[in-house]
């Protein structure tokens, strides 16, 4: 009879330690589960943030690079409005809008110049400068080694297209154009001169496509296209998409209709400054940049 129980106990003991190890065995299997799946919704996040990002104009990464370096600390918020001195105005931090530009910065390269080095190799060079700097209280930093070359290509972007750099057209109807936009408040949205992408929550990409991106084509095909978009607020291919209009339907930010707004003859206008906008900065949102008038960069 004592054998028997001891073997009843021994088979309960082996029976226990054997859902015991299965109870173990699942704990860790759905602890690696867990531990996957919290890693493929990380990459899946990553990776529609890499999307996202490939997307922006050049102007918006432009602007993302500017208040990183913290150049609206001094030059105010978006660049538009720039640390004032009242005592001594010539040790002001100058805006970057206003047509300011044109008092410091001749091209490109000078103005380049002026991101890496903290000013132009031949200002720098003279007593004046040399002599001014001692007694400003802020000086201009130099981001040479802080910046890659794509990354000031596209800071460049960004504050050519808030100074209006070139502006405006030299086509005389894309420059009617132009002020249309000004005056219609397209630039509030689609960012400097058209061509930045501000975010949009809960659109498909999260941002408002500018006029000179690859995002464009996707949106407007041809001329009767744009001039729905611009009429309407949306292309009749879109209204007729259940998929486009669930992603219309979120986003926090709608796009205008100006059928009532408009006259004819400055909606041609507006059609033709898109059209010499693309043309000019390409289609492309790989940070490429084209002289916009054709002049001499000034």
């Known amino acids: 009879m004592g054998g028997t129980k001891s073997a009843l106990r021994a088979l309960k003991e082996i029976g226990l330690g054997t859902v015991n190890g299965m109870i173990d065995k699942w704990r860790r299997w759905a602890l690696v589960s867990v531990l996957v799946a919290e890693n493929l919704a990380l990459l899946a996040a990553w990776g529609i943030a890499r999307w996202r990002q490939q997307g922006l104009s050049p102007v918006e990464r432009g602007k993302q690079i500017a208040e990183r370096l913290g150049c609206f600390t001094c030059h105010g918020l978006g660049g538009i409005r720039g640390i004032t001195f009242a005592k001594k ?5 100058p805006p ?8 410091y910065v001749h091209d490109e390269s000078e103005l380049a110049e002026w991101i890496l080095d903290g000013a132009p190799k031949a200002l720098r060079e003279t007593a004046s400068y040399q002599r001014e700097q001692k007694e400003r209280l802020v ?6 080694g802080l910046l890659s070359d794509d990354e000031l290509r596209d800071l460049v972007a960004y504050w050519k297209a808030i100074a209006e750099w070139q502006m405006p057209p ?3 109807q894309a420059a009617k154009g132009y002020e249309v936009a000004k005056a219609s408040g397209c630039f509030s949205c689609h960012g400097p001169l058209g061509r930045g992408s501000p975010p949009n929550p809960g659109s498909f990409k999260g941002y408002i496509p500018a006029w000179d991106s690859a995002d464009f084509e996707e949106l407007v095909r ?14 009749e291919r879109f209204r007729n998409n259940p998929a486009a209009q669930f992603f219309l339907r979120r986003a926090t930010i709608k796009m205008l209709a100006y059928r009532n707004y408009l006259s004819r003859d400055e909606l041609e206008a507006l059609k033709a400054y898109i059209r010499w906008l693309r043309q000019r900065t390409g289609s492309s ?3 490429s940049e084209k002289n916009l008038s054709g002049g001499d960069g000034r």
């Open 89 to 93: 105005p010539r040790f002001d931090c």
């Open 96 to 103: 970057w809008d206003g047509g300011t530009a044109m008092m």
């Open 139 to 144: 000086r201009m930093p130099a981001y040479r």
């Open 170 to 172: 030299d086509d005389p």
């Open 222 to 235: 041809d001329e009767a296209e744009l001039e729905q978009w611009i009429l309407d607020g949306v292309s």
């Open 285 to 287: 949102s790989d940070g």
